[in-house]
């Protein structure tokens, strides 16, 4: 027997191994992404509804929440907070849906899929204050995206 024929049996099989396993570690990888996500979708529906929850169940709030989106100026200045506070975890929630579609390789779609809601809240009077006001309390980036959206409206 020819020991030769045996390692290069050897190293023909150990290859084969090597690149099952690195298909394997592929498909894992690739689920381990999908998993990643998906729990990325769920955390951002989650936030959104958590602001969303805040003024179904509450009335005051969506009183504030109407009267702001309408004329911020005739809000007391409590309530003026308390509509801007709202106003901006509303925009905060859908900088998260930005920024994951940028650092994590999230589909853009999920947030384009924000963009008439965002349209809806920046264009009212009350948005549009906020907007003007506390801008600077997001990215630039971020920032650019939602003027983009603005200007389209």
């Given amino acids: 027997m020819n ?14 191994g090597v690149i099952l396993s690195l298909v394997y570690v592929g498909f894992q990888v690739r689920q381990n992404t999908r998993t990643m996500h998906a729990a990325s979708i ?5 936030s959104s509804n958590f602001v969303r929850q ?9 009183d504030i929440y109407d009267r702001g989106n309408k004329d911020p100026d005739q809000l007391t200045e409590p309530e003026m907070v308390r509509y801007r506070v ?9 900088w ?15 947030f ?3 963009k008439p809601f965002i349209r809806r809240i920046v264009t009212t009077n009350g948005g549009k ?8 309390e997001f990215e630039t980036d971020f920032r ?6 603005i200007a389209s409206a």
Avoid: C, H, M, P
């Fill in 112 to 114: 384009d899929a924000q």
């Fill in 96 to 110: 998260n849906a930005y920024a994951q579609t940028q650092l994590t390789g999230l589909a853009a779609s999920t």
């Fill in 54 to 62: 805040q003024i179904v169940a509450n009335t005051e709030v969506a």
């Fill in 129 to 136: 204050w906020v907007w003007k006001n506390y801008q600077d």
């Fill in 3 to 16: 020991w030769e024929i045996f390692g290069s049996i050897g190293e023909f099989v150990g290859a084969i």
């Fill in 86 to 94: 709202l106003i901006a975890s509303i925009l905060w929630t859908s």
């Fill in 42 to 46: 769920d955390a951002l529906i989650s």
């Fill in 144 to 149: 650019a995206a939602i003027d983009e959206i």
